[in-house]
Nanobody, 121 residues
């Protein structure tokens, strides 16, 4: 199975940037769909962005133009570059992996432990 570990969260002021990393072990990520989800205080987990094994991407409307997902095959790592951060982006961010098609079905079966992102106003 796939083990995922997120890192890179922290405190940032509104308008700032963070880059989250998701390091995988157990399997290579090249043939998996990957995604980022977030869970804000008092809310349910929400889809942020997905990237297919063919590198097709899909972004939630709330982050289009601000967030970018990418892969580094050599490091077996997926990144989430977050720019122009807003207080509403405050959440625990989770990396997820799934079989091809997961990006569209939103049914990712492997999950990381999450990393906290806090955006101050």
């Amino acid at each position: 199975q796939v083990q995922l570990v997120e890192s890179g969260g922290g405190l940032v002021q509104a308008g700032g940037s963070l880059r989250l990393s998701c390091a995988a072990s157990g399997r290579t990520l090249s043939n998996y769909d990957m995604g980022w989800f977030r869970q804000a205080p008092g809310k349910e987990r929400a889809f942020v962005v997905g990237i297919s094994w063919t590198d097709s991407t899909y972004y939630a409307d709330s982050v289009k133009g601000r967030f970018t997902i990418s892969r580094d095959n050599a490091k077996n790592t997926v990144y989430l570059q977050m720019n122009s951060l807003k207080p509403e982006d405050t959440a625990v961010y989770y990396c997820a992996a799934g079989l091809p098609g997961s990006m569209y079905s939103r049914q990712f079966v492997y999950w990381g432990q999450g990393t906290q992102v806090t955006v101050s106003s």
